[in-house]
C-alpha cells in the first residue's frame, strides 16, 4: 500500500472517502460508449461472439444487464487475469482457428499480446473515457502485428475489409492507417 511506502497511517477520513468512491463503483453502473450498442449489433449478425473480461463474475454481468448487452455474447467469461491459455481454451470451446479469430481489447499487455501469442487476428481499441483516466498497459511492448484503431466505427470497418488497412508494430500515436490501393 501507498501509505506504508511513505510509513505513514491512513487518517478516518481518508479510510470513509476511499471506502465511499469503492461503494460508488459498485454501485454506479455507467451507460455503454457511443456506438457500442450499433457495433455489437452489426457484429453479433455475422460473428460468433465472445467477451473474456477480468473481474468479479456477478458484478460484469450485472453491468452487460444494466446496458443490455448480454444477448449479444455466445459466450461471457470473466476471469482473474487473461493470458494466451485462457484466449485458446475459449477459441477451442467455440471451435475456431486463431488465424479466424478476432480478438478486440483495450490493452497490449492483457489482449493484444495474449491474442498475437495465439496466432489470432488482433484490434488495439484506443479509448479515452469522457469521464475520467484510465491508464490501460500501454507502456508494454507488443509483441507482434496488429490493427489500431481510436472509434468503434474503424472497428467495423476493419473487420470489413482487413485488407484495406495497415497493421502496426507499436503503440505510437498515429491514427487508422488505409492502405493505398494503387
Same mark, same amino acid.
Given at each position: ?17 476511499? &471506502?465511499? %468512491? ?28 465472445? #467477451? !473474456? ?11 452487460? &444487464? ?8 455466445? #459466450?461471457?467469461?470473466?476471469? #482473474? ?24 481489447? @483495450? ?15 488482433? !484490434? ?23 490493427? &489500431?484503431?481510436?472509434? %468503434? ?5 476493419? %473487420? ?15 491514427? !487508422?492507417?488505409?492502405? @493505398?490501393?494503387?
Amino acid at each position: 500500500m501507498l501509505l506504508e511506502r511513505f510509513n505513514r497511517e491512513p487518517s478516518e477520513k481518508t479510510l470513509a472517502r476511499i &471506502k465511499a %468512491l469503492g461503494h460508488t463503483i459498485l454501485e454506479h453502473l455507467s451507460e455503454p460508449i457511443s456506438g457500442a450498442r450499433d457495433l455489437l449489433r452489426w457484429a453479433s449478425r455475422r460473428f460468433t461472439l465472445a #467477451l !473474456l473480461t477480468r473481474g468479479d463474475d456477478d458484478f460484469q454481468k450485472r453491468k452487460l &444487464k444494466h446496458v443490455r448487452f448480454l444477448h449479444y455474447f455466445d #459466450l461471457v467469461r470473466v476471469v #482473474l487475469r487473461k493470458d494466451a491459455h485462457t484466449f485458446k481454451q475459449i477459441m477451442d470451446e467455440l471451435e475456431y482457428s486463431p488465424e479466424k479469430t478476432w480478438i478486440i481489447g @483495450d490493452s497490449i499487455k492483457s489482449d493484444i499480446n495474449p491474442a498475437i501469442e495465439t496466432g489470432a487476428n488482433c !484490434l488495439l481499441y484506443v479509448y479515452h473515457h469522457r469521464k475520467y483516466s484510465w491508464l490501460q498497459e500501454y507502456g508494454y511492448p507488443p509483441i507482434g502485428p496488429f490493427y &489500431k484503431v481510436r472509434s %468503434l466505427t474503424e472497428i467495423e470497418a476493419v %473487420l470489413r475489409t482487413p485488407s484495406s488497412f495497415q497493421m502496426v508494430r507499436d503503440f505510437g500515436h498515429s491514427a !487508422l492507417t488505409i492502405k @493505398d490501393t494503387v
